[in-house]
């Protein structure tokens, strides 16, 4: 539960923002070079996007089944211990590319296991970061988180010097010793659960498999039943379309339409990086007015989505503009929802709601993505990010703006 010392930065909330730290970066700089390896092995969109798909399709069912685990179970052994499981998949993933044993079906298979563990990480996390946070601290800590996880894009032009540099393998070994140091400081977490006293006796029956498929079916009717909570994670699954769109067509598009497009793709992508992070410290200071909460959302939510599906028609200088605008406004938005939804849900209900929620948005991307890859074969990339920009607008005008009193009670509140 929160810290009862006053102030947000306490022993706890200390180790795990420094740990996620740590296995932020390493994994961002992994990250984008195995992006570089398979676009530069294969030479195909197609491949790349099946790559991308991999990672993604692994997060429709890890969230919603883990996620009942996690409000019975310890979340804090569950993130180090996939940390210190992830260190050892990249040592040997290391290992095995410098010594030039590598293809495509043996990335497949790894990033396929990469992204069951990043599944199931995440929903660990998001579950017991909130612990964590001291009362009334919720808006600041998720700005650190945002800004943090902003910083680690850092890394992109770090991981793309390198790897034209050294290679693949020494950035996977980077990573691997990234996530065994956040996995040594996250042991030292001292904060009692006790949301899992809670759920003893039904952890203690004998019947386990049953009851953990009726808290799955229980966290998704907890979903469902609430208004708000629903019109929020509906929306968040259309725009996830749109985040897989663009994780399929961006990075290509840039790459065979300027010379040295990865680092064009850089520069766009990182005054986006560079206007969360400007937000992200603002929101740190200074609180957002309650009342205002639900509009400035739904504002954002609309405008972002149309500045995004638009930026491909514009020149690279405002191109880059525009992102710097869409990231400002994209980390308001973000700093509004996940704090106000984490405030709202119960501690014992977290890791069910985030696994469902988690589950809905990986639905949403991996639609996107197999969607977004098949009609850039037909369509002129700008075309598609257009129309999947309008659709996104209108399902937060139809979903968040019709449900304006659900919505604004969730997010018009004090944490």
């Not at 495509?104 to 990469?114: D, K, N, R, T, Y």
Request: hydrophobic residues 50%; positive net charge; charged residues 10%.
């Amino acid at each position: 539960m929160n810290s009862e010392n006053k102030g947000l930065w306490t022993r706890d909330f200390t180790i795990i923002t420094l740990g996620s730290v740590i296995s932020m970066f390493g994994n961002a700089m992994s990250g984008f070079a195995l992006s570089l390896l398979v676009l530069d092995y294969t030479g195909s969109t197609l491949l790349y996007s099946i790559y991308i798909v991999l990672f993604t399709l692994p997060q429709i069912i890890m969230p919603v089944l883990f996620g009942a685990w996690m409000d019975r179970f310890s979340r804090k052994k569950t993130i180090y211990t996939l940390d210190f499981i992830s260190a050892g998949i990249y040592a040997l993933a290391s290992f095995l590319l410098a010594k030039g044993w590598f293809s495509f079906p043996f990335l497949a298979a790894g990033v396929f296991i990469v992204g069951s563990i990043n599944s199931v990480y995440m929903t660990a996390f998001q579950s017991f970061y909130p612990l964590l946070i001291t009362k009334g601290y919720y808006q600041k800590a998720y700005s650190i988180s945002s800004v943090l996880e902003t910083f680690s894009a850092v890394m992109i032009p770090v991981a793309t010097y390198f790897y034209n540099l050294v290679g693949i393998a020494p950035l996977l070994a980077v990573n691997a010793v990234c996530f065994f140091t956040a996995a040594c400081m996250e042991t030292q977490i001292k904060a009692k659960e006790e949301y899992i006293e809670t759920r003893k006796e039904d952890r203690d029956t004998d019947n386990m498999q049953k009851q953990i498929f009726l808290d799955i079916k229980k966290g998704i009717q907890y979903l469902s039943a609430d208004k708000g909570l629903f019109a929020i994670a509906a929306y968040f699954t259309v725009s996830a379309l749109f985040g897989g769109c663009t994780s399929v067509l961006m990075l290509p598009y840039f790459k065979g339409t300027y010379a040295n497009g990865e680092y064009i793709y850089m520069i766009v992508y990182g005054m986006a990086t560079a206007g969360r992070a400007f937000a992200g410290m603002l929101h740190y200071k200074f609180q957002i007015p309650v009342h205002y909460k639900y509009t400035i959302a739904l504002t954002v939510y609309i405008l972002t989505s149309l500045f995004e599906g638009a930026l491909l028609f514009f020149p690279i200088p405002v191109m880059a503009l525009i992102m710097a605008i869409t990231g400002i406004l994209g980390i308001t938005s973000y700093t509004i929802r996940i704090s106000a939804t984490q405030a709202y849900v119960p501690d014992e209900m977290k890791g069910r709601f985030n696994g469902a929620f988690n589950m809905l948005n990986t639905v949403g991307a991996l639609i996107g993505e197999v969607t977004a890859g098949a009609l850039g074969e037909v369509f002129s990339v700008r075309s598609v990010m257009l129309g999947f920009g309008l659709l996104t607008a209108l399902a937060a005008v139809i979903l968040i703006g019709r449900n304006k009193k659900a919505v604004s009670a969730i997010y018009n509140t004090q944490q």
